[in-house]
């Protein structure tokens, strides 16, 4: 296949998921609209379709409750091949949704679409669009503030492994432990119908799955009430890097628009986070990891959400010294960067989700933030991989960071949108 070829098969797959103003991350195993999937997707779109691009961000802030809450899943439309589908969560909006948020990233998507715009010369058609989300996406990220970091650590915490949008990544195993699963009931699972179990979280993780939104659910998703209480809380270091550059962003808009106030609210929320994520650090190992806030203990894990830190805009000799010699050593252990779980893990597992495979759209942050960071090679080697993958096995969930083996969903929106974003 050439790079024509491929181009036209991410823009295929795009118009295949499209249900008209959001996509679909996979007709079959996600059908409806995910929050984190429809910001990478925008990017996607915006490589060939603006206006559409733009819709798809509208249409997830359209899904926003009033307290700045978006969640992860919006169910535009009935499914049934889905689970745990909208009456198992009961939030009762409209419309239905999740009661759980995943990692901010739409602010800095939003701050590239904005980009493109002006320099299409479209400012004017998209300024009030730009505007109106600005003030969605600030919504969220107080919504974060007051809700996601309960002892105001400049960090996120993840009331639940979905809203990390890495689901079963080992990091979430111990803080796991605690939750009380005996209430569960019986139900099936729809995911494994659609795909080998083993490439799935095992049933034990969905069992704690459930026991969180069980416990949201008997809270009426009253997120203060949920912060304080809730039974997992662990600040995820992908979440909280992601939120910090999504902040970034958000302050480069402000001061475009002429926000002043909000400006400086929101440079007041970079300097917390900025001093606060130190508390992620890990020094014994060297690596940023995420921290359970009610063990207080670090993870230890080295993911590849650990490597986000330069995504993050953070600068440190040491800390990046350190970092990029994990990068080193995991890069001589496998053919693809970059793996979900360091591959010297021993919990490490080729295609199972979040324990082992390459996704697309963490290396595409991981590569940006190393490109901005001046680190040329530790870029060009995520870029080159990441494109490798999908050229010679499809445009999958994810893949196998050993032998390039697609891991769970063909066709998959955001690896698609990848594709096109990386041109
Ligand atoms: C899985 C992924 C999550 C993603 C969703 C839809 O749950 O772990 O990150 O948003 O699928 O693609």
Redesign the pocket.
Known sequence: MTIEDLDQGARDILAANDRGGYTV??GRV?PFQ????SAFVALGFDTFDRPRAWAEVETLFKAQWDDGFVP?IVFWQEDEGYFPGPQVWDTRRTPVSSGIT?PPVAASMVAILWENAKAAGEADTYRPRVELLFDQLLAWHRWFRDHRDPEGRGVVVAMHP?ET???NSPEWDAPGEPIDISNVGEYVRRDTGHLDAKMRPTKLEYDRYLALVQYGRAQNWDHAKISQGNPFKVADVGMSMMLLRANRDLLTMALDLGRTNEAAEIQHIIATAESGIEWLWNSEKQAWCSRDLISGKSSGFITSASFLSFYAGLSDPVKDTAMLTHFARIGSKVEYMLPSLDPEDPGFQMIR??RGPVWAVVNYMVGKGLAEAGYDAEAARIRKDTLALIEKNGFY?AFSPVDGTGSGGDD?S?TAAIWLALG
């Not at 995910?34 to 999937?37: F, M, V």
């Open positions: 991350p996979n996600y995910w929050n984190w999937d992860h995943q979905w949008g890495r689901d989700y979040w969930e998959f955001w």
